[in-house]
């Protein structure tokens, strides 16, 4: 009989789960939990309008909501036979609460934004109801998360009690790692899969299924239950002991959360304010941590004096603080090194986000990993003190109210008031000043002397070296050497204005040429050409026309608001409009208001008008708290890559929006081209394109779009008069914008000619909860990409916009600017107009630059060879020139002018030019030239059947001829022939220039057969 229990035994023992299984189960605990952060900033950026903002709250919830959750288990665990079974229990209440999660937040910010704050009449109200209801929807899971670590510590150490310091801190490390792994899974895979609601759901099953596990753990375990660990010292010696160490536990939280606020702002400055750089950031944070709490797993059981040791490390860290701010003035330079070594390729990209991440981890690394080790120790000596199980909660409350503390702190008093530099020193003095009294309190009074001196005496001086010998050159952090690998961009410019705002570190600067640039985070937002009679900067032609182009829509408008201050001139610009009465200019930093100021009188309006008001709040929240209607609302963001700014491209915001416009009320959009790809041009386009009855879209220059779209019913046709009075007039002209024809040769398109175009465009519409733009836009500026199919669209070898348009434009009245492709090329079309046509005088033949000298060479050979005929056995080579002539000259000439063009170069004076085929193409060319749409169909269709001796790229030119000719001619069928007919096994559409890609798509489109695209 005693041997048969014997074997029972022997069977339980082998039913019983190592401890090693328990630390997988909290690793993979800790992968879904940082899902949840990571997630959760994503969904609060939408709710509360900024990145920065949304992960502050998160960070303060999440930590706060933890903090709760440690103080409760730490009260209750002893009360729990089987502390693991309680953390199954939380744990797959986390993940129920995780699947309902996404449809609770929809419904919840609708009816926020739609029946809560528009019946709040005082912001204060608005905004702490706002920050409450934020507070609502994450804390409670995060209090079940803040529970999680003290069960399962109590349940380890209860059914491993051999080591228990050791237990603690692998438990540290192994949730820590799982976190670090967890919040790079979450943003550079489960989103893009999944968006936002499949991410959150991903997490809440992991957490279902680990609660799963945990069950059969414990019914398999043959001792699930066990006795909680008893205090064993008198309680007056525990209590104070227990007191000094959770005041120690809430002074490091609070500093090690200052660091981290901290860092993530100055690695802004050096990897750019992607989202994907807070989650590289966040991660490398954590993993400092988890190390620390590996390393301190072996020795934590064999440390003498655990008191003393801790003093140390806090010292240590604290110093180790210090040296992250010479380090990082240092990653300026290794960023500039990386960004020269790689090539800007979709392959290169993943080592620039493996390479960003290790730039991180040098800055963090030495000071969390310090940072890792004092939970563990803190726990320990409270334990060892004989504390019981319930310190494990309580130093982790007090470590997670510490960190919300200093979140707080840091981001609304530490950062405006002390600027990054001097608040890191802040951090760093709550580190040393913790250290030197811990080593106080471990050591007898007749050893405190010396070691206290000297504790204090390097800490001093640390900080003091830092305060004296360490600067930070203002002109090297707002070089923004992220996007060009360059950090002396700045090194000959006047710094006017530094500010480390809430959200934002805002920059002015004013070079030698005497233009003065705002910038975010290193990033040039708005820049002004100051100095009288030089010519205006990019940024000032695309304000002005932001400003103003609206009213050429509705002139009456009288009630305009902006969204995003910049550097004002927009406002300035609506403000010279007679007929406006209010505007409201909308913007979430502080900093950028005060330091738009300095640009003076070219922004004066925006200041100093009594009509003008300026607002420091979120976009949303001020939309909904005010409930005002606009006829004209204008949005100026940033770049879409910069986190957070996405979602003002989102059909979600465009659909908020259209709550705040009168029914004929315009919404004007200015979107960034550069740094940007057309796949992500076109996902915003086709969230404008669900909400919006009708729109259009001009281009201010070659790498900016105007959006302008109206709330209900067609925009009609503009009436550009009221430009071109006043003060509208004068800002117009100083940005060389003279007439009707400047404007309309800036028109690209419509809706009704680009929706069958996007129909068939496979890329996903821009949403917030499938955040197409914000995943992928970083990578498109680290590629220096350009969605160059909208300007390819205005260059294109064919009247294309103006026939699409049905708009004539004179293109002889166009003023020349550089900034204009369509100008430049305008001006170098007339210049071989005015060569060709006094048969190479030299006079008219001047004025072409070294790019154009191609041009005014063939020019002369075309006259050469009539002289003597030279051409009339080679008809090929002829025609070779003249074609690559005419692609050049047709689009950008006056009908009137192009068909003159023409008309000389076929002028019957050798054989060459009577031909039949020669005939045939000079007809094609005239249809061209006059917009001839029936004439162009018919033409190019002729020349396509005879297929003689046609090139690759003259046959495509006729191709996309005739479909601009049966497109024009509102028969998008027969242009869908046409494609069919030609283009199949001819051109490989994702190869095709943006003129042909915008016609296939058009005839596709209109004929509603995706079909012929599949294999595209």
């Not at 993530?264 to 400092?288: D, K, P």
């Not at 985070?521 to 009288?532: L, R, V």
């Not at 201010?700 to 550009?720: Q, R, V």
């Not at 749409?933 to 005879?946: P, Q």
Request: proline share 4%; net charge negative.
């Amino acid at each position: 009989m005693s041997e048969n229990r014997q074997s029972a035994a022997q069977v339980d023992i082998k039913l019983a789960a190592p401890r090693a299984v328990y630390f997988a189960i909290f690793a993979i605990s800790g992968f879904s939990g940082l899902i949840y952060e990571s997630i959760w900033s994503h969904y609060l950026k939408l709710f509360l309008g900024h990145a920065a903002y949304a992960q502050s709250l998160v960070l303060m919830l999440f930590m706060g909501g933890m903090a709760i959750g440690s103080w409760v288990a730490s009260r209750n665990s002893s009360k729990s036979k089987i502390p693991i079974l309680a953390y199954a229990v939380v744990e797959l209440i986390i993940g129920l609460a995780a699947l309902v999660f996404h449809s609770v937040f929809t419904g919840v910010i609708e009816g926020f934004y739609a029946t809560v704050l528009p019946s709040v009449g005082e912001p204060t109200i608005g905004a702490t109801l706002k920050w409450l209801t934020a507070g609502i929807l994450i804390l409670p899971q995060s209090i079940l998360l803040g529970m999680t670590f003290p069960l399962m510590s109590a349940g380890i150490i209860r059914r491993f009690p051999d080591t228990p310091g050791g237990s603690i801190a692998m438990l540290y490390f192994t949730n820590s790692i799982g976190a670090a792994i967890g919040v790079l899974a979450s943003g550079f895979w489960f989103i893009e899969k999944f968006g936002l609601p499949g991410t959150i759901m991903t997490a809440g099953v992991i957490n279902i299924m680990l609660a799963v596990v945990v069950w059969m753990l414990v019914r398999l375990d043959p001792k699930p239950e066990t006795e909680p660990l008893a205090s064993t010292r008198d309680s007056g010696s525990r209590q104070t002991v227990a007191r000094l160490f959770m005041l120690a536990a809430f002074i490091t939280g609070a500093a090690s959360f200052i660091y981290e606020i901290s860092w993530i702002r100055m690695l802004s400055l050096v990897l750019g304010a992607t989202t994907h750089s807070f989650e590289l950031m966040l991660s490398a944070f954590i993993t400092g941590l988890a190390f620390g709490g590996l390393w301190i797993k072996r020795r934590i059981d064999t440390i003498d004096d655990p008191v003393r040791f801790s003093g140390f490390v806090q010292i240590i860290m604290g110093i180790f603080a210090l040296l992250t701010i010479p380090m990082y003035m240092e990653t300026f330079g290794l960023m500039e090194w990386l960004l020269a070594a790689l090539q800007r390729s979709e392959q290169a990209y993943t080592g620039y986000t493996l390479s960003s991440h290790v730039i991180a981890l040098i800055v963090m690394l030495p000071t969390t990993f310090m940072a890792g080790m004092t939970l563990p120790l803190f726990t320990y000596v409270l334990l060892n003190r004989g504390a019981g199980e319930g310190s494990i909660g309580r130093i982790y409350a007090a470590n997670t109210v510490g960190a919300i503390c200093g979140v707080l702190f840091a981001v609304h008093i530490g950062m405006p008031l002390l600027g990054l530099k001097n608040l890191i020193v802040f951090g760093a003095v709550l580190d040393l000043v913790l250290g030197v009294g811990l080593i106080w309190y471990a050591l007898p009074a007749e050893r405190r002397g010396f070691a206290i001196t000297a504790a204090a005496g390097v800490s001093a001086a640390a900080v003091g070296a830092t305060l004296v010998l360490v600067d930070l050159d203002q002109r090297v952090l707002a070089s923004g050497v992220y996007r060009h690998g360059v950090t002396t961009a700045a090194a000959d410019s006047e710094m006017l204005f530094y500010k480390d705002g809430k959200t934002a570190t805002v920059s002015l600067r004013k070079d030698p040429q005497g233009r003065i640039a705002l910038s975010t985070n290193g990033k040039p937002d708005a820049s002004i050409q100051m100095e009288p009679g030089k010519p205006a900067s990019n940024d000032e032609i695309t304000m002005t026309l932001l400003g103003s182009i609206a009213f050429g829509f509705k002139p009456d408008a009288q009630r305009v608001a902006n969204i995003g201050m910049g550097s004002g001139q927009t406002t300035h610009v609506v403000l010279a409009s007679p007929n406006v009465e209010v505007v409201d200019t909308v913007e979430i930093e502080a900093a950028m208001a005060h330091a738009s100021k300095q640009f003076g009188a070219a922004v004066a309006r925006a200041h100093e008008d009594p009509r003008s008001s300026i607002h420091i709040e979120d976009a949303k929240t001020f939309f909904s708290l005010h409930n005002n209607v606009y006829d004209i609302i204008i949005a100026e963001p940033s770049n879409p890559w910069v986190s957070g700014v996405a979602s003002l491209f989102s059909t979600e915001f465009y659909g908020t929006v259209k709550r705040y416009l009168e029914p004929d009320g315009l919404f004007v959009q200015w979107i960034q081209l550069y740094e940007f790809s057309d796949d992500l041009s076109i996902s915003i386009m086709k969230a404008m394109n669900e909400n919006f009855s009708d729109y259009v879209i001009f281009r201010s220059d070659d790498t900016n779009i105007l959006l302008i779209a109206k709330n209900e019913g067609e925009l009609g046709e503009p009436d550009w008069s009221m430009l071109w009075k006043g003060e509208l007039k004068s800002s117009l002209n100083r940005v060389s914008v003279f007439s009707d024809d400047d404007i309309n040769a800036r028109q690209i398109i419509r809706r009704d000619a680009l929706e069958p175009y996007l129909e068939i465009a496979r890329t996903p519409i821009n949403s917030d909860y499938y955040p197409i733009v914000d995943l992928n836009a970083g990578e498109a500026r680290f590629r220096n990409m350009h969605a160059r199919d909208l300007l390819d669209w205005q260059t294109a070898p064919i009247p294309l916009l103006e026939m699409l348009n049905h708009l004539p434009i004179d293109f002889a009245l166009l003023s020349e600017s550089d900034e204009l492709s369509t100008s430049k090329m305008t001006a170098v079309a007339y210049r071989m107009f005015k060569s060709l046509m006094s048969n190479g005088d030299s006079e008219s033949a001047s004025g072409f630059s070294p790019n154009d000298e191609r041009l005014r060479v063939l020019t002369e050979w075309v006259l050469l060879s009539e002289t003597k005929c030279s051409s009339d056995g080679d008809f090929e080579r002829w025609h070779g020139i003249v074609h690559e002539l005419t692609v050049n000259t047709l689009p950008f000439l006056a009908a009137d002018d192009a068909a003159a063009y023409v008309q000389r170069l076929f002028d019957p004076v050798c054989r060459v030019q009577q031909g039949l085929l020669a005939r045939a193409w000079n007809e094609l060319y005239l249809s061209v030239a006059r917009r001839d749409a029936t004439g162009m169909a018919r033409s190019s269709a002729r020349l396509l059947e005879r297929n003689e001796g046609l090139s690759f790229r003259q046959k495509k030119y006729l191709i996309s001829v005739a479909m601009l000719g049966h497109i024009a001619a509102d028969e998008p069928t027969k242009a869908r022939e046409i494609w069919t007919a030609q283009a199949e096994g001819f051109l490989d559409f994702g190869n095709l220039d943006g003129h042909m890609k915008l016609l296939a798509g058009i005839a596709i489109g209109s004929a509603g057969d995706e079909n012929l695209l599949a294999n595209r």
